[in-house]
């Protein structure tokens, strides 16, 4: 027994005889996780608070992967200590679980008959009434405060005065031979789909079912917005009397981030707008008290990433007051205190996102509450004095916690891949700093690979976020997991460049133009500290990987450089002017590039990576390419182009297009070809 191993097992028996402890056996090894493991991971999501505040329901999913999908259904645990979670459905179908506002039903969605509706069930679950049949299907229902109706969504033709008139023209398109689209306006296509016609319009249901009413008939516009839009887009007045929801109303939708808030009775009658912002208005939440609205403000026009203000409109007189005014981050979800004097809120910050309180008063500032976690989806108690909430970190699926109003005594609630994760070695990522482009700080995240040997050299995988205005987070992912990464015995690192979120408006303001400029160099400075700062990082073996913009600044790498022994480019932006062209969300390419290719054509051109395709010094990384077909933002011919200009200069490269994907790769099993074909291609080069 060498002199290490041997003082191991005298501190052993030292302490077994100090405390006295019964002889165990061995704890078994942790492993590295692999592909499966992150598959079987239970999906924690949707969490809400029952009113009375005794219990939290929520969804969870599991993968199928034989049926290729992942599997949702309903669950409640109760907030008291100690309690296991209970499943309440089991039809593999249902989501979004919505407390009655007396706690003692829940409303939920569901497929299990076809087309998507609303369910109601008794909190203590059983069996499922059926609200909705609409044949176009229902999403996003809330409960009204006075619990007699539920306001949803569904997609209609805004000239049909009924669901006869939505199901038999979409029959009628079905029989038809004729597939051809035809459009004369942008936007005709979004994220996977193409426009067909119809618009998310706002409905209402009595609980008990019947048929719903459509309170924003023949609009033209979507609610919630198709572009930005999510659930929290619409809300109820305290009185049930009322309906608050963003619409974007501005023609062509492709060119225009701007989005306002309207009101509109819920007996009936024309919508009317309340803000005339240049930017977007969202999360409209009514205080408890009825005086106020509560939102989220974007100032800039055509910017989707300007910072999200919180400003108050007051009902009585139609003012609008601007809250934090000079906290620079970014407003996310909001909920109102239960005696309408504060509000809650999370921002991004610094690769978590905090909660946050702030007094209902115009000049007051936030203070952080729930500090150094990446926490999401929260609701509070009507009391008051609960929070719900997910928590998840690079380490831990989400799971549902708890916390007082003030942000103290956090507390997890459900386990569900407590015995998974305890039999995974998985390290915490490591925070570091560094001067980045023009001396500016930049932060970085590193993760340690399994079974980690600080006397070995290990490989290392740069991974380079999408967006660009978005960030690495110390938060759970499945599309790209860095704890997967790093398993496979490679330092994974993480850094949030120029054009980050959760950072100040500042510095994400700076990749403006610049898209292959300051990034790059922020993410080359990077690379160069970590080598220089952690001497188990082997220089000699170095890789980078993106997906979306992380893609095009793969690209850019691929032509600016030869230092990376491999790359990956997945869904990345590869010609500029053709990427202009083909997307979607056209205010995204002309606020960037500061204009069209005909107005602005030396951006283009400048920032494009087929721009400099000639240059086989730097040309020659050996690079793996991954699209969906169904890609709409990043059309995949955009990873056409650069893998066809690899090949014809002899850069070894390969191609894998996925037909039933689009910019995220979500199947199970196209997900698992997608991890492997990544780690495989890591290898081949790497080891």
């Excluded at 191991?8 to 061995?26: E, H, K, T, V, W």
């Excluded at 100032?299 to 009902?315: F, G, N, T």
Aim: glycine share 8%; charged share 25%.
């Amino acid at each position: 027994m060498n002199r290490g191993l041997k003082s191991i097992a005298l501190a052993c028996i030292f302490l077994a005889c100090s405390y006295g402890l019964r002889a165990q056996a061995p704890t078994p090894a942790k492993r590295a996780m692999t592909f499966d493991d992150l598959a079987a991971m239970q999906r924690v999501a949707e969490p809400e608070i029952s009113p009375d505040g005794h219990s939290i329901v929520y969804s969870v999913g599991t993968t199928e992967m034989d049926a290729n999908r992942v599997a949702r259904n309903i669950w409640v645990v109760s907030t008291s200590p100690g309690s296991q979670p209970r499943q309440l459905t089991q039809d593999g179908r249902d989501s979004r679980p919505q407390w009655s506002p007396d706690a003692k039903k829940i409303a939920f969605l569901s497929s299990r008959d076809g087309a998507t509706a609303i369910y109601v069930m008794p909190a203590q679950g059983g069996s499922a009434k059926k609200i909705t049949s609409l044949s176009t299907g229902a999403d996003n229902e809330k409960w009204s405060p006075d619990g007699q109706s539920i306001a949803f969504t569904s997609s209609v033709y805004p000239d049909c005065a009924d669901d006869a008139c939505n199901h038999s023209r979409d029959d009628a398109a079905q029989k038809n031979k004729v597939k051809a689209r035809v459009y004369e306006h942008l936007l005709y296509r979004h994220w996977v789909h193409w426009s067909d016609g119809k618009r998310s319009h706002l409905f209402l249901v009595s609980a008990n079912g019947g048929v719903p009413r459509d309170l924003t008939a023949h609009a033209d516009y979507d609610v919630p917005p198709d572009e930005r839009g999510d659930a929290n887009d619409f809300s109820f007045s305290p009185d049930s009397k009322e309906l608050c929801f963003t619409a974007v109303t501005d023609r062509p939708e492709a060119t225009s981030t701007n989005g306002d808030l309207f009101i509109v009775p819920v007996a009936g009658g024309e919508p009317k707008r309340i803000t005339t912002n240049p930017g977007f208005d969202g999360h409209p939440v009514y205080s408890p008290d009825g005086r106020f609205i509560a939102y989220h403000s974007q100032k800039a026009a055509e910017y989707e990433s300007d910072r999200w203000r919180l400003l108050l409109y007051d009902r009585a007189s139609a003012k609008h007051i601007a809250l934090a005014e000079s906290f620079d981050r970014s407003v996310d979800e909001i909920v109102w205190s239960a005696d309408s004097r504060r509000i809650y809120f999370t921002a991004e910050n610094e690769g978590e996102k905090p909660f946050y309180e702030i007094a209902a008063t115009a000049g007051s500032a936030p203070n952080e509450i729930l500090k150094e976690t990446y926490n999401e989806d929260f609701s509070i108690s009507a009391d008051g004095a609960t929070l719900a909430f997910l928590r998840s970190s690079l380490t831990m699926p989400a799971e549902i916690f708890t916390a007082h109003a003030d942000g103290s005594g956090a507390e997890q609630l459900s386990h569900h891949n407590a015995a998974r994760l305890s039999a995974l070695d998985m390290n915490p990522p490591e925070s570091f700093w560094f001067e980045g482009a023009g001396g500016t700080r930049v932060q970085g995240m590193l993760i340690r690979p399994p079974h980690f040997d600080a006397a070995r050299k290990y490989p290392m995988l740069l991974l380079i976020h999408g967006g660009p205005q978005s960030l690495w987070t110390d938060s759970w992912g499945y599309r790209w997991n860095e704890e997967l990464f790093a398993a496979a015995g490679y330092v994974a690192v993480m850094i949030n460049p120029r054009g980050s979120t959760g950072y100040g408006q500042k510095f994400t303001d700076e990749i403006t133009d610049d898209w292959g400029g300051k990034v790059y160099e922020d993410l080359m400075k990077g690379t160069d500290y970590v080598l220089a700062k952690y001497p188990f990082v082997d220089a000699k073996r170095v890789a980078a990987a993106g997906g979306s913009y992380g893609g095009y600044m793969v690209d850019w790498i691929a032509t600016h450089t030869g230092r990376f022994k491999a790359l990956i480019s997945h869904a990345g932006v590869y010609d500029k002017p053709g990427m202009y062209g083909a997307t979607e969300e056209l205010w995204f390419e002309e606020h960037d590039m500061q204009g069209t290719p005909w107005t602005n054509p030396e951006s283009y051109h400048k920032w494009s990576p087929s721009t400099y395709a000639g240059d086989l010094s730097k040309y020659k990384t050996p690079t793996l390419v991954i699209c969906g077909e169904l890609d709409y933002r990043v059309p995949y011919t955009q990873s056409l182009e650069f893998f066809t200009a690899m090949q014809r200069q002899s850069v070894p490269s390969k191609l894998i297009v996925y037909p039933d994907e689009g910019h995220w790769i979500l199947k199970p099993q196209n997900s698992r070809l997608w991890y492997k074909s990544f780690s495989d291609w890591l290898a081949a080069y790497l080891e």
